[in-house]
Structure formats: C-alpha cells, structure tokens
C-alpha cells in the first residue's frame, strides 16, 4: 500500500488525558498536511512541514497542540490536556510539492469524553 | 483572506439522472489552485481534480467534467448519469499561492444517489 497511513484510527479518550497520532505519508512526497473536521464541516488546516521543517500553524493550533516531523518522513500530532471540543477526525496529507494535489489519509476519529 | 462556498448542502437525484455540484470561491490572489475531493461513506478524501487560475478550460474525465469560469469565480462539478457509487460528500477547496499552500476547503455538498 503507497498510500498516505494513519494510527490509529479511532481513540477514546477522557477529558485530560494526552494523546499522540502519527501520520505516514507517500514516501517520496516532502510536504505533510495536518487538518481537523468536524461533523458536517470541510478539513480545517492546522499546520503543514516540509521535510522537517515546520512551516505554518493555524491559530487554531493551541499550546496544547504540537507537531513533529523529525527526519522528514513520519510525522506525530500530540494533544495535551485534551478537551471535549477536541473531538474530532484529524486528517493527514501528502503531497510531492507545492501547490500539487494532496493525499489524504484516513484519519484518526478522536472522541473526548 | 479566502473563502469557498458550497451553497447546496444536500442533494439527491434518482440514479441516471445529471447532478451539478456549485462551488464560489473568494481570493484576492491572482494565482490560485482549485480542486475538488470526494468523501465516501467511509471517510478518506479521495482527490478528484485541480486547476490553475490560469487555465479556464474546462475538462472532462468519463462520467465527470468540470466548468471554471473566472468571471464568476466558480468551479461547477457536474456528474453525467449518476451512479449509486457516486453517493458522497464532496468538497471544494482552493489555494493561493500566498496561501503557503493550505487548503481552504468548503462545507460539502452531501450527494445521495437514489436506485
């Protein structure tokens, strides 16, 4: 599969706990995506890499939210002290270079309870 | 700043029928990227077509075909003899060339085909 993989795919979680998720993209796509949708929306985009470097965030990427691509190929999403309106599919993409079609992954479902 | 409208939230069409998806888009950019995604049931975005703000030709894949038309800044989608396969929700989505290339996507248009 050369896809664009997500782990894990649904995760429950209390309010407060910390979760982690990780997104591996096309092998040789150099920009990954991270988006947020929720239920009846379009993906909102949170922040997007290219290698390793961290390019843009949303200002809807709190402090509670950090983004990591340390060799430029995986990437982990982690939510600290999550809260209820955390809840939502967190969408990863890929794409070869700028402006190109992205690949989408997908998604982790997260629900906060 | 950048905006795309999908003013139809919900369509159904018996199976066979034509169906056009609109979508209006806002950019204060002169060089920008169009494109449209299906969403199945089962949830990854499956990516359809792009355009660049350069080329207004419309275009034809098989059953789908595609009208850019920047006088209006749409980008209409339109399904020839819908299948049951084509129930989805569809998203358009635009990027500027400022726009350090995030998508800014649109609500959806939920398309239900009826057998």
């Known amino acids: 599969d050369t896809g664009v993989s997500q782990d894990p795919r649904h995760k429950i979680t209390k309010r407060g706990q910390n979760v982690t998720f990780r997104c591996d993209p096309i092998s040789e796509h150099n920009r990954l995506y991270w988006y947020r949708q929720t239920l009846g929306q379009g993906p909102e985009f949170l922040t997007y890499?290219?290698?390793?470097?961290?390019?843009?965030k949303s200002r809807l990427l709190s402090d509670r939210f950090s983004a990591e691509r340390p060799k430029g190929s995986f990437s982990t999403l982690e939510i600290q002290r999550t809260e209820q309106g955390d809840s939502a599919m967190y969408l990863c993409a890929s794409s070869p270079a700028g402006w190109n079609e992205q690949y989408f992954g997908p998604g982790t479902r997260l629900t906060v309870t | 700043a950048q905006k795309v409208t999908q003013a139809q939230t919900e369509i159904s069409v018996v199976e066979k029928e034509d169906v056009t998806l609109d979508c209006v888009y806002e950019?204060?950019?002169?060089?920008?990227?169009l494109f449209w995604y299906k969403q199945p049931p089962s949830g990854e975005l499956v990516f359809l077509i792009r355009r660049n703000s350069f080329d207004e030709q419309n275009e034809i894949s098989g059953r789908y075909s595609w009208n850019f038309q920047k006088s209006t800044s749409s980008f209409n989608f339109t399904i020839t003899a819908s299948q049951v396969v084509d129930s989805a929700v569809y998203f358009c989505a635009l990027t500027t060339f400022f726009g350090n290339e995030k998508l800014t996507f649109g609500t959806g248009t939920r398309l239900t085909i009826i057998p």
């Open positions: 890499f290219q290698n390793e470097a961290q390019l843009e």
């Open positions: 950019t204060r950019d002169t060089t920008y990227y």
